[in-house]
């Protein structure tokens, strides 16, 4: 049919206590720290300044865009030594036959709150980004994005370029909330960084020039 199929295999402010690993590690199925030998406890980070801001969408520089990877997933993550996409939320994704389009299908994930992620929800966050200003900050290949159900979406592509796959990196919001963030600055609803999460953590608590917490 012409289609190609792909499938995938920190940091925070001044002081950041990514608190509880071992809870962390029981999240992803992994043994505690006192099955294994390996230290428990908070980790804590020492980093010069405040990330600008935890809005997935928005996102900029390096401090900012470490954080909220930790907080919320992309579809995709760049493997950290090859640059190569890696599934996050999506499972798998498949190109069309002239490689302008992908129809992402989700793994099974769930919100912090205990709701399911769905293709809204990610489909929202990529029209959240692609409509974003600056524009620098958007995605620069993703033209549309479109839920067909629960678990899938297609994303429509300006042209054939494996580039694209990076734009699926952004953090997928509640769908709800994505839809708050479109447009400018100066229209988007201001973010609430107590968002519900897809990632390892979730925000503790947040004193601008002194503290971070993740949990």
């Known amino acids: 049919d012409g289609a190609r199929r792909a499938r995938g295999g920190g940091t925070a402010a001044p002081r950041v206590h990514a608190a509880q690993r071992e809870a962390g590690d029981r999240r992803r199925g992994r043994p505690d ?31 900012a865009r470490n954080t909220v990877r930790l907080l919320w997933q992309g579809l995709v993550m760049p493997d950290a030594r090859t640059g190569k996409p890696l ?15 992908l129809t992402v299908t989700l793994r099974a994930a769930r919100w912090s ?15 959240a980004a ?3 200003a600056p524009p620098a900050s958007a995605p620069s290949h993703v033209i549309s994005a479109t839920a067909l159900d629960d678990d899938r979406l297609l994303v429509g592509l300006a042209s054939r370029d494996c580039r694209a796959m990076t734009d699926l990196a952004v953090g997928v919001l509640p769908e709800a909330v994505a839809l708050r963030a ?4 100066a229209d988007a609803a201001p973010f609430d960084p107590t968002t519900a999460t897809t ?10 020039d002194r503290e971070l917490r993740l949990e």
């Open 182 to 185: 479109a447009g400018s600055p």
């Open 130 to 132: 692609r409509r974003a």
């Open 87 to 101: 599934a996050g939320l999506a499972d798998h994704w498949d190109w069309s036959a002239d490689g302008t389009a």
């Open 199 to 208: 990632g390892d953590y979730r925000l503790g608590a947040w004193q601008p």
């Open 33 to 63: 720290g006192a099955a294994t030998g390996a230290p428990t406890g908070p980790v804590v980070i020492a980093l010069r300044s405040d990330p600008e801001g935890l809005d997935p969408i928005r996102a900029a520089g390096p401090l």
């Open 113 to 127: 709150d205990g709701r399911p992620v769905t293709g809204r929800d990610a489909a929202a966050s990529l029209e």
